[in-house]
């Protein structure tokens, strides 16, 4: 493999976009010019720059389009429920267990990872926001606070030791020829110490800023959330009180059936023969327009033909308003990455390059025979691979790696699981914006690139540490 202009281009491009990060700008402007540079150079045709910008931005909306659609599905049917005045009587029995912002801060924590642990976080995330961030807003936990809960414990936590499924530590093992599960439950123990600092870090950034439950400023937060905004006095006036108690039953239930199913489908269809990841969200994408039309029947029957597509419009705005400027930024990225640059840059049969991960492969050498600078090399290896948005696709990588610089004073299956935590926490929907994180700050009504700002310290003190305690214990 030979590195040519193109990678190094990609690799300032890159380095620019970091930076621009730390400096709370937006990326957007960078990673298209730098999206035009790099196919411009690489194809060297002017012509292919230019169709290489648009192709990646096609590539990286197909890819994202599934997050953008169950985001408006959902935020469509709870503006049909707060037709109804079904929301707040829908999350009424949850707001009993989070008695204040504190009380409220663990439970989010608990339920998102227990969920998340068994189904990847995707179907967890739609489910976590309509039923229990609104509660806990309502307790008094600020509505950042209790986004980068949900993506600190699900899509981090949880994900990044993906222990029920294992799909994660077979990917890491399969490379080197690797215990797969030795190194799940290494990373099972990294992921609860990374977990557990950045999680209590984020309680410190916050804790003078949970108010009580009375706060006035409570309801105002509320507003920010999607679907949560004030209802006009007509159609208070108008909601039925009997299909109130009904959606504000039924909704939670239809839920609660969702994950019955998919528990019982996980039972009988062993490891991976369940309802997880993308077919998780799509069931309950599915579920959640059915309710969207019984909800819009139940509200004016006739009207509903007219008031079923306002609340759908209006997910769709929602969406593509808060979650749009994701899209060029994952083009660039996708660019990176060997399985959508052929496309991005139309090149047919010929080998399309992975600038990325070649650039990772190139800088093998340089890291140095020494445990501690192998170990940290390695995260930083898998912190890299993160950055295309995915989380998994750099695995097989950080497992080859670890198979490859392995000594006698640190296990392969320890630095894999190192790489593993390194790659998760950044590409599975923690830290960078371009990733599924765009849900979880879509169904918060947060700025997503504020929530990746907001996460990096808690993330990056998370991972330093379970990389100090795997040297110390393994």
């Known amino acids: 493999m030979e ?16 930076l621009t990060m730390v400096f709370r700008k937006g990326v957007v402007l960078p ?14 045709s002017l012509v292919t720059g230019f169709t290489s910008v648009f192709n990646a931005n096609l590539t990286a909306a197909t890819e994202l389009f599934s997050i953008f659609l169950i985001i408006t599905f959902m935020v469509a049917l709870l503006h049909s429920l707060k037709d109804l005045g079904a929301d707040q009587q829908m999350i009424a029995p949850v707001q009993k267990f989070m008695t204040n912002g504190h009380v409220a801060f663990v439970v989010l924590i608990g339920i998102t990872f227990v969920i998340s642990l068994f189904f990847w976080p995707t179907p967890a995330v739609p489910l976590i926001c309509a039923l229990l961030v609104p509660a806990a807003v309502r307790a008094g936990l600020p509505i950042m606070a209790a986004a980068m809960v949900v993506a600190l414990a ?9 222990y029920i499924m294992q799909i994660a530590p077979t990917l890491s093992a399969s490379s080197a020829g690797l215990n797969a599960s030795v190194i799940a439950d290494k ?15 984020t309680y410190l950034m916050f804790r003078k800023k949970i108010r009580k439950p009375t706060d006035p400023l409570n309801k105002e937060e509320l507003k920010k959330l999607p679907g949560q905004q004030e209802t006009s006095k007509k159609n208070e006036s108008l909601a039925n009180h009997k299909w109130r108690k ?6 939670p239930l239809a839920m609660l059936g969702v994950m019955i199913f998919m528990i019982y489908t996980k039972i009988t269809g062993g490891r991976t023969g369940g309802f997880e990841g993308g077919d998780g969200a799509a069931l309950i994408g599915g579920v959640a327009v059915l309710l969207l039309a019984l909800a819009s029947l139940a509200f004016g029957k006739v009207k ?7 609340h759908i419009t209006n997910g769709f705005v929602f969406a593509f308003k808060a979650m749009g400027p994701v899209i060029p930024i994952a083009g660039f990225f996708f660019l ?6 052929g496309s991005i840059m139309s090149l047919g049969d010929v080998q399309p390059p992975a600038f990325l991960f070649e650039l990772v492969e190139a800088g093998q050498a340089a890291i140095p025979e020494s445990t501690f ?4 090399g390695i995260l930083l290896v898998g912190i890299i691979t993160g950055l295309d948005g995915s989380g998994f696709s750099g695995l097989p990588l950080t497992g080859a790696l670890s198979g490859a610089l392995a000594t006698g004073g640190v296990d392969a299956t320890t630095l894999a699981a190192i790489g593993q935590l390194g790659s998760i926490w950044t590409g599975g929907g923690a830290l960078v914006a371009w990733s599924s994180l765009v849900a979880v700050a879509g169904f918060c009504g947060v700025s997503v690139m504020e929530l990746a700002r907001k996460n990096f310290i808690p993330v990056m003190a998370g991972l330093i540490l379970a990389t100090f305690i795997a040297l110390w214990i393994w």
């Open 31 to 44: 990673t298209l010019i730098g999206t035009f540079l790099v196919a411009w150079v690489y194809s060297g």
């Open 304 to 310: 509903a033909l007219d008031r079923i597509s306002e």
């Open 3 to 18: 590195l040519t202009i193109s990678h190094g281009l990609y690799a300032l491009v890159t380095l620019v976009v970091i």
């Open 336 to 341: 990176g990455s060997g399985e959508f640059s």
């Open 154 to 162: 699900g899509q981090g936590m949880a994900l990044s030791s993906d």
């Open 187 to 201: 990373a099972l123990i990294l992921s609860l110490v990374s977990g557990a600092l950045a999680l209590s870090i």
């Open 246 to 251: 009904v959606f504000a039953i039924l909704v």
């Open 373 to 376: 600078l192998t170990a940290f």
